[in-house]
């Protein structure tokens, strides 16, 4: 018989089942260190017990809130000076000093050195001078009842790092912060606020309390005890720091008067509260 002649090849077959798993392997070798991966983000800032409190004023009938970074304390209203008889003592207003919890156009008590102690309470001659809101100026004074939208607010906050006032002595910020320090608000340069009564004192220029963040031909408001009754007093005065150009230096400056707020703001200073940046110090 001869040889038979192979046949064509025939279909693929179905896919026969898996089949059973095999042994597990031996361990391979340990590989080769890797690169050094790229540096992590920076992570927050820890809580601690050392700190410094400073104060920020709204200047609205709103707290507002505490810079970045910063934890906040407390909020109040915006103190700005107290006078009893002829004594008066104006509050820095980047200290926590500034802003009182609570609101009263009398927050103090007036004490004799007698023998047997004499204090007064609310009496009639005391004053008080709050910061106030952007509110428009009133026509005549308002009661103490309704003086709550006229007081600023204001919140005390903790710094990990010091804040210090920056003035630019011209009509516009710039760069103000200086390298490893940031920029917590700008504001107006303001040093110095005197009441009706010729009563009043100074701002620390490297005060967060000079620069206030809206300018106010008159950014506060007086309150007395003896009608109960709050007004932007015509006779009280503030002083701003004014800009200054480079060519204005060592000579008599021109004396000019402005009858609106927005004239004016050409010749006041800006400034800058800045911080000190942790991540500065851990270099």
């Not at 693929?12 to 590989?31: L, S």
Request: glycine share 12%; charged share 15%.
């Amino acid at each position: 018989m001869p040889n038979p002649i192979p046949g064509p090849r025939g279909p693929i077959g179905d896919q026969g089942p898996r089949g059973d798993p095999g042994y597990r392997g031996m361990k391979g070798f340990i590989g080769e260190k890797g690169q050094r991966g790229p540096a992590g983000r920076n992570g927050t800032i820890g809580l601690d017990d050392s700190g410094f409190l400073f104060t920020v004023h709204s200047q609205d009938s709103q707290p507002p809130s505490c810079p970045i970074y910063t934890t906040p304390v407390y909020t109040g209203y915006s103190l700005v000076t107290l006078q009893g008889d002829d004594d008066s003592t104006t509050m820095d207003l980047g200290t926590p000093g500034s802003c009182l919890r609570k609101f009263s156009i009398m927050p103090f008590a007036n004490c004799f050195a007698k023998v047997n102690g004499h204090c007064q309470v609310n009496m009639r001659n005391g004053r008080s001078y709050w910061l106030s809101t952007l509110e428009q100026y009133m026509l005549s004074p308002a009661r103490v009842e309704n003086i709550k939208p006229y007081i600023s607010r204001c919140i005390v906050c903790q710094s990990r790092t010091w804040l210090v006032a920056f003035h630019s002595q011209r009509d516009d910020i710039g760069q103000m912060c200086p390298p490893g320090w940031e920029n917590a608000w700008n504001g107006f340069s303001f040093p110095m606020a005197i009441g009706s009564s010729s009563n009043g004192g100074v701002q620390p220029l490297e005060s967060p309390g000079s620069c206030l963040q809206h300018f106010r031909a008159l950014p506060f408001i007086e309150c007395n005890n003896h009608d109960g009754n709050c007004f932007h007093w015509q006779d009280g005065r503030s002083y701003w720091m004014s800009s200054i150009r480079q060519n204005e230096q060592f000579i008599k400056p021109i004396g000019t008067t402005y009858k609106t707020e927005t004239g004016i703001l050409q010749h006041v200073s800006r400034c800058s509260v800045c911080r000190r940046a942790m991540e500065s110090l851990l270099r």
